[in-house]
């Protein structure tokens, strides 16, 4: 089995775990609106979640960039900048104090992830099926 | 039978102005029924030649242009007048004890129950105004009688039928009260009574169509009720056109009856009989001249009452009542009015902002009247109109549409006050059982209706029948019976009620006082710990301690946490030093937070030696964020407040601070950045704070930086104040005793605690964004901890979908728990009408609260994003508001005009906008440094629409002179250095300061009488406090008459701003110190600035842009 299969099977892990972190920010942000938590509760817990989520995704994308996956690269690129330029602007935490007057922004974001992250996994479910069934038979008996 | 309708009456928008702003029309409802012929008989005297020769709707605005079409008189159908309907004879009433109960039955009481409404068996009705009457006994006349006149007049159930907006029907002048208020007897009006109560009687012809609407009848009972009372609160706004519509003024200061007819001030004419005004002539448009008087030269504008007398705009705009679901004939006519152009046209109802000097008395009249229809509230009661102080809206008339809205670019908010209380001012009454409504949670309040012969009430927010409690009728305990309008909450718009214990998580609260006290070396350089030690010590006693329940504790700061130890058996309290802050612990469990009555002998030893502890220290390094955490842990159980009290920047712990670099910033683009937080700690603390019912007040002395703006999110999101005292010294006596001042005020308050604010709108209404300080626990939940009657909060407000009703509503709840441990919920209601007219929408704008709305949007903005973006926005609304009523509602609609036309009641606002500019918290320049500037914001974030407009944004400015009285020694005049004249003396008052003002020349015998000194040049330049000079001689020849005057003036400037601030008095000499010079020409908002320009300039550049169409 060749890297850029193995590599394709990594992203489809991880973006399904993208794509559950963002289903979850979602649910929460809606709790919040319906007055289910309170914001001090959800700050504290999607904090938690806010790096290992960036850190997750910059893993993925370093590896599309070491077997030479370059679309799918440059397709994840402009989320990756996003995420940098909120990080360096350090605004990637959720603030409880200021999170209703930014709640809408903040569900639109993540419906916007959850929309990437869905068709990202179904695409990459297509790339590891496309570069498994390209891959000469030698690797396949010797794998 | 001759149930017609009656021909829409023509006429144009001037004869609107004429009729509204008549003066019998507005004092006197009877002249409304009487036809043209009746009227001109009757007021001979009070009608105005030209009105009755050029203006034959006169006074009749709703009348069809044929009387006989509204009145057939035909002795059959006239009801037989009962002596209780005679004029002049007090109606029997029937009294408790007249009332025959039925036992084990409860009895219900519903004020002019219509016959067809009340079912077959259903309990016997009675009238409120007689429990009203024993209410107000004094005001009984004011009532006319109800009982009995509902069956004899059923017109009503008519009029409120055929138009459920019933300020348009037509017919509906002709009702009016039979009985003649007293505040007619002695005008001619007087003797048309008779002739108006057989016109009263002749209209019963309609009642036959009540029986189609038997689910109003409640409803339409009560109408009839407004329809005949007067209301002894209407000065201004007695009933005029229309019977039926109800209006009162929110006016709090005037006197509440006994304007004469001829008193009214008539827009467009001169009234030469104005007895309320002898020292200002009243110009043709009825604005008070501007007079020059006495030998200084002193412009002084006329005081505002007697303004108020000729203010016309509390009487204009009242017949638009709202236009909805009106039937046909109706219907017809209300889009006629909706369609006049009102306002247009007439330039007495716009002003001219380019003309002439800005009328400041104005920002201390009354907002525009709140013109409720008909039949709102259920129940007749003087108290049911919100006062403005509690809570009031940009718009005193809501547009129905967000169209609408936007397309009069107005702000549309509301301010609360909601814990507001004044010595003076009697609380809310209390109220013991709790009514609410099932779906949406509002409280019973005296707007709902009660429907379905009094079982039901219909919420006035969702509109959801729910059933009226048994209680409200029947006393259990007692079996009595019992009326339900004696419930005081439906006869106020302000009640407390006692909550049970389902409102409580836990047993209410102790009122808790936590200091953290600086005592690090700069803090002691100040003198700090010796003053706080002594203040606290005076304010021991007056904290609010009503059950002996209140705790005290004390953290003293340097490097270390200084702990105390204080137990009640009156030993020495012991100091623990913990200089450990890799994890913050409590070296004691239980005596750090002590309660005040049992321990007060420890804690008055700790006080009185806290100058001495420290006197030596030399220590470097402060520690605050360590001592918060342990603030916080002890506080955690009980809730209460920290007091912090910083002269140092916190450089020691989780919590420390880089001072950040100000002089070279100041005025650049990066100076937002600066005001922003340095980082999220203490916003996160604040937020953690709140959840375990903490609140932080934050006090800074001293001028060196302590990163104010990081600091103050403390308060900003806990709900604690701000003070910041710069040039504090424990040697300057003035700041000292300023300090004192204040703070005892603000922690002897009688505060609420753990408190949540919920706000409720009627349907179509959304509470987009929330200013103040609080912290917002869920989207529309306002968290506070410890809730300060002076602290105020704005609410914007978006309109999501059509208003469908007449009257839209909003309602405060403020669930606290009181300094007694009582939980409690005090619940205020606002009803404002709704309305499809923009011109009554301009005409309703209240432009004090617009302008405290912009400059609290505005302080937000500004830290949310850059202060030049808060000024742009700022003055970007002014000139769209302006232009917008320009395009709407001027003949100009387009091109280039050479006035700029506003609305009377918005006047004010480019003189607003520019002092909002002007002020500390958003003026350009360099010379303001963060912590003024954040101290600033913090006010203007917190205080209410009244301090805050004026003298916050418009300070006052008075010129003194040697007159006969107080009222000619000290003479209000306009903040501009144009007033000041060089042989004067003139007191200048923003709140925080007095500015003695001497001219170079000033004359000496003034200097002597105001400072007791004789020379000028004796008098120093700079910090004073103002002698209180005593002479043997008193009155007013006494050499010291002005001094008196004075302090008089400052005492009662006291108590307009609620005592919240003890001013410094400062001799600011023409010749005198340049830099004081300046600092108060800052203050005078009419004059040119460096970067912003004068009120005359401004006003120029805005008619430029405004012509341009691009701003």
Redesign the interface.
Known sequence: MSYTSLVYILALIISAVLLFGAVYFVIMLTD??C?YI???DL?NSLNTYVMPEFILFSVMLLMFLFVGQWFTFVLNLPLFLWNVSKISSNRQ?Y???EV??TLPRHKRENFTKVGFFLLSFFYYLYCMIVTLINEPADTLISS | MSGRIPERPQFNAEETYQRKGSPFMGTSPIANLSSQAQATVAHPASLKPQSTSTQPGFGTGFRPSNPQNVRPISPSNRPTMSPQNQPGIPPMRPGPGMRPVRPGKPVIHMPNQPPHSRPQGSPRVLSPVSQNQQQYPQKQNFYPPHQGQQQQHPVSGYSAMTDPNPGYAPHQQNYSQPQQPPYNVGSPNASSTNVDSQNFSNIPQHGSKRRQYPAQAASVYSENIISSAPKPGNKKNLPKHTGEIKNITNDYNSAPFGIAGADLFVPGEYNPSIPAIPKNTTTSTGYPEITRQGSTGLQRYPSVQNYNETYPATQYGQQEAPVTNAVAPVDSMATQFGSMSFGSGNPNYQVNVLAGHPQIQELEAPPPPITLPAGIPCCPSETHLLPPIHKRSTLNAIPKTDKLLKKSKLPFGILLTPYFEQEGIPPPPTVNEIVRCRRCRSYINPYVTFIEGGRRWKCNLCELANDVPMFFDYDSIAQTTKNRWERAELLNSVVEFVAPADYMVRPPMPPVYFFIIDVSYPSIQLGLPEVIGNTILEILDKLPNDEGRTKVGFITVDSSLHFYSIRPEGSEPQMIVVADFDSVFIPSPTDLLVNLSECKEGIKSLLAKLGQMFSKSHVVGNAVGPALMAAQKILTPTGGKIILLQSSTPTIGEAALTPREETKILGTPQESDALKPQH?WY??F???C??FQIAVDTIFFGHQPMDIQTIV?LSR?TGGSMFYYPTFMSTREPEVRKFKEEITKHLSARVGLEAVIRVRASRGLRLA?YYGHF?????D?LALPFVTPNHSYAIDVEIEESLTGAVAYFQTALLHTACNGERRIRVSTLAIPTTENIHTIFHHADQVAIAALLAKKAVDRALVSKLQDARDAIKYKCLEIMSAFKTECTQSSSGAVTQIKVPRNLQLLPLLTLSILKHTSLRPGNTISFGNRIAAMASITVLSPEILITPCLVPRLYGLQLGADFESSILPVFPSAESLSYQGVFLLYDGHNIFLWLGRDANPELVHSLLGVDVNRSVPSGVISLPVLTSEEDGPNSPHILNKYVNQLVTALGIQTRGLWSPITYICKENGEPLLKTWMHQRLVLDRDPSLPSYQEFIGESRDKINRGSF
């Open positions: 919040l609106e007055d309170n914001p001090i700050a935490f603030d409880a104090t209703f007057r | 999220n916003k996160n604040a937020a953690d709140s959840r999110c999101y964004a912290f917002l626990r869920s989207l939940l």
